[in-house]
């Protein structure tokens, strides 16, 4: 028996599911224990994390203030 380790292939597939904690507390913690162990697993969650961290940023830029008036007169002449 492997005493519940994960390897790298492993923990890759379950990555996403990690990271948007859908996971089983088993599963999480066999993983975070992976991640105490192994710098490349740990270094592409930090990278995840981060990636995900920016994409969500870039959605949250406001338009400008001129764009929402226009959108006003037009939906008021409606």
Do not use: W
Not at 27 to 47: K, N, P
Request: aromatic content about 4%; overall charge positive.
């Amino acid at each position: 028996m492997r005493e519940n380790r994960l390897s790298c292939e492993e923990l890759a597939e379950k990555l996403f599911a990690y990271l948007d904690a859908d996971l089983d507390e088993t599963t999480s913690a066999q993983i975070q224990r992976h991640l105490e162990t192994c710098d490349a697993c740990r270094s592409r969650v930090e990278f995840e994390k981060r990636l995900r961290t920016r994409v969500q940023e870039s959605g949250t830029q406001q338009a400008p203030r001129q764009l929402h008036r226009r959108i006003k007169k037009i939906l008021d002449r409606h």
